[in-house]
């Protein structure tokens, strides 16, 4: 069964750092790109990064320099280390997932979304 399961959302506070992960199942993991999306409350979702199958990521301008996206193909995992978070990073995280799924059709799927609160 396909499934990406987000953790490690919280309240901190402006300047702190959380790291999210994405564990998957049901999908031929090496063989996806994974991807972070947010969206933040009465906005459009939007993209945060990217890191592909082979490993080269790429990050939306307002959270480059602050955050690193990373993978473990042995996991199935996909990581989200946000620091210096600021108040406007606040926001539902989603992962997302686009590739090949355990039977070999296309996949492009998301989480369920993990809250992401900055405050002080």
């Known amino acids: 069964q396909l499934q990406l399961v987000e953790s490690g959302g919280g309240l901190v506070q402006p300047g702190g750092s959380l790291r999210l992960s994405c564990a998957a199942s049901?999908?031929?993991?090496?063989?996806?790109?994974m991807g972070w999306y947010r969206q933040a409350p009465g906005k459009q979702r939007e993209w945060v990064a990217t890191?592909?199958?082979?490993?080269?990521?790429n990050y939306a301008d307002s959270v480059k320099g602050r955050f690193t996206i990373s993978r473990d193909n042995a996991k199935n995992t996909v990581y989200l280390q946000m620091n210096s978070l600021k108040p406007e990073d606040t926001a539902v995280y989603y992962c997302?997932?686009?590739?090949?799924?355990?039977?070999?059709?296309?996949?492009?799927?998301w989480g369920q979304g993990t809250q992401v609160t900055v405050s002080s």
């Open positions: 997302n997932a686009r590739g090949l799924s355990s039977s070999w059709t296309n996949v492009d799927s």
């Open positions: 049901g999908i031929i993991f090496s063989r996806n790109a």
């Open positions: 890191i592909t199958s082979s490993g080269s990521t």
